[in-house]
């Protein structure tokens, strides 16, 4: 009788067989979702993109030539419309930091009651769509507004004033919460010595902020640069940027070449302030200091000075236009009337094809469609982006694909349009006439806030933590479930809140995309406020009021779910 072989014994290095093949499956899987990810953002942004810049190089014809960008180039207005571009966007970026630098000392390093409810109100006009902000500052500053007298309606000093009421808050929060954050004791240190606060400040605590103001600047002239709604609502024809004319070029004009030649200058403005900007928070997340943060006693002769000016920008920037808007909304002739607010329920005199509340009702649809798109992609890149791999190519991998999903967030929204309109019209991927076309638009121009509010909670996670559950034999799938997810949940309602309130507000790429049959609210509002007439005018105002009701109430409660880890949006 023959011997039975005995079983052979594994190597103890070896792992088992169902082990290697989970391992190929959890790697399998990972791959696959980085596949889906990058490949939405290379057919909905790098090849509208792609698609777009490559316009400007061809003839009408299709064959290459230089000449589409040389007469663009040699025509006086697009020199005009660059320099008041780069120019405005420079002047709001200045006043946007003279004003908001103080605000930031007063509001995130001063101890003082009702400092919470002050910063949430100096958060409101962000969150506002651009729209809004426009038709605020219009009814305010027109012949019968309260500011009327100076006659600054449909002037650049008006778009300037709209820009910096819009970006205030951007340089407020990202300095402030830099600033509550540095070590105080080098501070302290110098005013033992003998230092003037004065001298403290420029010596000490100026050098530590550099990189969160430079940081806050970058974005805020990115943000000035790329303004669309504000700008078409306020300045017309008469004052246009970049970002209005490539929608006049396209629109107005039929004239893609020259749309395409002017947005590839602004992606290169684009880029730049990209790039700026990124070593700017690099440099920021170096000075911070470890120490607690710790709020200072209000004294008069160091806040008063920043009391003052914070009180006078919160009360003449920040709430004169909305509450002239509400209270506009609420006037029919020189009656108080809710005339305005009945007159949503029909398409006044403007020639709109739905109603208002048809339209609300369409940006509801079009938003909570743009949200799951935006938050499950999103969620997706975070894990992706918060992985740990040991080689020096995967890092590099994880770099690249960071900066790759935040370009959205720069390119502006007429651009992401624009590109959808001439790249998403023929087979295999004819969207043009897709109800869907705006979702995804709007998810696009979302996905970037969504990354940027659930990454820091996940790549917060302790890495010994999930070292430690594997070594006790949980898979890697049960190590996501149980660590990973719960930590990236914790952000889920502030990144939902960021992506249904900007797909809400959404208003550049909406007007390229949306159908007249199918018009969302902001494009309603813009449709309505450039018709003559008080009713269409009165319906504006208090559409505008809707929606920004909607928007504020959203982030509100999106806010009260915000975690401590996420603090520079």
Known sequence: MAATAAPSRPHPGARPRSGRAGTRLWRACWVLAGAVTLGFLAVFFAAPATNLIAKGFVDEAGDPTWSVMASTFAAPRTWRIIRFTLGQAALGTALCLLLGVPGAHLLYRVRWPGRTLARGLVSVPFVLPTVVVGVAFRTLLADTGRLGFLG???????????????????????????????????????????????????????????????????????????????????GGTKYSTLETEIYLQTVEFLDLPAASSLAIVQLLVVALCLYLSGRAQHRMQRSLGGATPRLLRFRPRRDLGPAVLTVLVALLLLLTPILTLLERSLHVGEDWSLGNYR???????????????????????????????????????????????????????????????????????????????????????????????????????????????????????????????????????????????????????????????????????????????????????????????????????????????????????????????????
């Open 152 to 234: 600054l309606d449909g002037s650049w000093q008006a778009i300037t004033a709209a820009l910096v009421f819009f970006n205030y808050s951007v340089v407020v929060r990202t300095v402030g919460s830099t600033w509550s954050q540095l070590d105080p004791r080098r501070g302290e240190a110098a005013s033992a010595l003998g230092a003037s606060p004065a001298r403290v400040f420029r010596t000490v605590t100026l050098p530590a902020l550099g990189p969160a103001i430079a940081s806050a600047a970058s974005v805020v002239f990115l943000f000035c640069a790329s303004a669309f709604g504000v700008v078409l609502v306020m």
């Open 343 to 569: 007159a949503l329920g029909g398409v006044g005199d403007s020639g709109l094809i739905v109603s208002v509340w048809q339209a609300l009702g369409n940006s509801l649809t079009t938003a909570l469609q743009a949200t799951v798109l935006a938050v499950g992609l999103g969620a997706i890149v975070a894990l992706l982006l918060s992985r740990r791999p040991a080689s020096r190519w995967g890092r590099a991998g994880l770099s690249t694909t960071d900066g790759l999903f935040m370009l959205p967030l720069g390119v502006s929204a007429v651009t992401v349009g624009f590109g959808f309109l001439i790249t998403l019209d023929r087979p295999p991927l004819d969207l043009r006439s897709s109800p869907i076309l705006v979702p995804i638009a709007q998810a696009m121009v979302a996905i970037p806030l969504v990354v940027r509010v659930l990454l820091p909670s996940v790549r917060g996670i302790d890495p010994r933590q999930q070292e430690a559950a594997a070594a006790l034999g949980a898979s890697p799938w049960r190590v996501l479930g149980t660590i990973d997810l719960p930590v990236l949940g914790r952000g889920l309602g502030l990144a939902v809140g960021f992506a249904l309130s900007t797909s809400l507000g959404e208003f550049g790429a909406t007007s390229f995309l949306s159908r007249p049959d199918h018009m969302t609210l902001p494009v309603a509002i813009g449709r309505l406020i450039s018709q003559p007439g008080a009713q269409n005018y009165g319906m504006a105002m208090a559409a505008s009021v809707l929606l920004a009701v909607m928007t504020v109430v959203i982030m509100s409660i999106a806010e009260t779910m915000r975690p401590a880890e996420v603090t520079p949006w």
